[in-house]
């Protein structure tokens, strides 16, 4: 999640401290729904089944 910037990490002493980063979060939010717009959405399958 760091990696894909949608948490700050800050670190105090041996404590990490993370919160959520809410812009990168509508960023993700706007590419899904775009991604929505141009796929196919596929119904899902209970597990075991081909």
């Excluded at 800050?10 to 939010?29: C, H, K, M, T």
């Excluded at 729904?33 to 089944?49: H, K, T």
Aim: charged share 30%.
């Amino acid at each position: 999640m760091k990696e894909a910037e949608l948490v700050r990490a800050r670190q105090d002493g041996r404590w990490i401290y993370y919160s959520l980063n809410l812009p990168q979060f509508a960023v993700l939010e706007q590419y899904l729904a775009e991604y929505r717009r141009f796929s196919p959405i596929l119904s899902a399958r209970p597990c075991g089944e081909k």
